[in-house]
């Protein structure tokens, strides 16, 4: 169910900042319509991600982690970073 949500978020975004980018309200009149769909669509996304991921951290179950590099791989360039909330890591690959 929440897959569906999230796709119609993201739906809805698309299209507020399609409506917004194209300008149709000057040439309709459908008033605030794009912001409307823009800020509904980003009120859905985030109850969804809310709802759905299973970190303490409110902050990181919408997306918002604070990572810090605690490492380096055996590869060159590969990086590993770890999040001071939540501690989930995730391995970089930085090009210089």
Known sequence: MFSKVK?????????????FLAKVDETFNIYNAPFILIIAGLI?????????????????????????QVGRDNEAALFVYRCKRCGQEKNVIKAF
């Open 7 to 19: 796709f119609i978020a993201s739906t809805a975004i698309l299209t507020g900042l399609v409506l």
């Open 44 to 68: 859905l996304l985030i109850i969804s991600s809310l709802a759905t991921n299973k970190e303490k951290s409110l902050l990181c179950r919408i997306g918002l982690h604070r990572f810090e």
